[in-house]
């Protein structure tokens, strides 16, 4: 193949499932129109849930002016990787270890958790169809606009006062769990932690004609003020969940995982078996290379209860401890850097004429404007940037951000070794 520069422009692809935020209210619209997607036309009928930037076998990106997607271009020339990185992670056929999206959400994702790398190869074997690789999928969300999201479980204390006092709720949930429950306080917290078990798992097995009754009673009293002060915080989601899936389980979650509202900046992280639902907003979501989803709620599409009852940590703690704290490395540049290797995102924010220095870093990455106008330029060349044009950057190449008339945002998302 002809000689490719270091850095290059890439195509990302569209997602438009029914949750996504629809026409011009999207962010994956918006960026969408101006990444050169070949035949985008935005349809202000059409949901635009997600911008997917990577490699998955599902919708890899494109290359401008080139016939070859962005996995065969890396596996035609590995050094854009880069050795190190292809050491350390599996880069078979130009897999880079991460993917980038941007998420546009105007209705609830599913009640879901994600499988660890074991889980995942033994899902991907037995249902390949359903579980589509065998990777695990860490995530980090980092909100764009005001985000809500469902969070890991509450404190056992928090969730035993919903129990007590949410009759509707108890009603779901076999007495003699519900004793056991409630009198768990003083376990430890393994002996803890089979208790939630038990009690998330009778409320996601109950009866689906009890689920029915209970949560017309429960929006019924909702919507003539009748909630407890404890409810005062969940009301409006539960009504909202249940507007947006009538009648299903997923909503009394409400209950037992963490509701969180975050503003522009914030991010949270998700490791494997933590149970999470993303509410409203647009978000910057980076991943590892997977798209391995198990879902037990808030969906028409296939649950799989038993194995996501299965797989989680029941971990219970407030939602602050899926937090990442973005460290800034610069006076332009923000770091955010979850626990786990198979990826980091750089949040790059230059005033109008400003330049911002990356020196190389060692592995690839992929990078997205999202706001204004400016350039990115190296040794050999550049490029004009604007609100939706996303780049790959290869391993070892220094780069410069320049913003023009205007102030430029850039995410960028990168391994290394």
Known sequence: MSTIEPVFRIIPTVQNYDWGKKGKDSKVAEFASGAGILGFTLNQSVPYAELWMGTHVKS?????????????????????????????????????????????????????????????????????????????????????????????????????????TVPEFNALIDPSIATEFLNCTNLSEPEQKAVLKKLFAALMTADITNIAIQLRTLVARYQQGGQKPLEEDVKDLVLILNEQYPGDVGVFCAFMLNYVQMTPGQAIFLGAGEPHAYVQGDIMECMANSDNVIRAGLTPKAKDI??????????????????????????????????????????????????????????????????????????????DLQAGSVIFVGADTKIDITAGNSNLVVFRAYVTA
């Open 60 to 164: 890899p990106s494109g290359v401008v002016d080139r016939k070859q997607n962005l996995a065969q271009i890396l596996t035609e020339i590995p050094g854009l990787i880069g050795d190190q990185v292809s050491r350390r992670f599996d880069t078979t056929n130009g897999n880079l270890p991460f993917l980038f999206k941007v998420l546009a959400i105007g209705k609830a994702l599913s009640i879901q958790t994600h499988p660890d790398k074991k889980t995942a190869e033994k899902l991907h074997a037995e249902q390949p169809t359903v579980y589509t690789d065998p990777n695990h999928k860490p995530e980090m969300a980092l909100a764009l606009t005001d985000f809500k999201a469902l969070c890991g479980f509450m404190p056992i204390a928090r969730v035993a006062e919903y129990v007590r």
């Open 306 to 383: 038993p194995n996501l009852v299965s797989v989680l940590t029941y971990t219970a703690s407030d939602w602050q401890k899926h937090m990442v704290n973005p460290i800034d490395i610069t006076l332009r540049t923000r770091k955010y850097d979850p626990p786990i290797p198979d990826f980091t995102v750089l949040q790059v924010n230059t005033q109008k004429g400003e330049t911002e220095t990356h020196e190389a870093i060692s592995g690839p990455s992929i990078a997205i404007a999202t706001e204004g106008f400016g350039q990115v330029s190296w040794s050999g060349g550049k490029l």
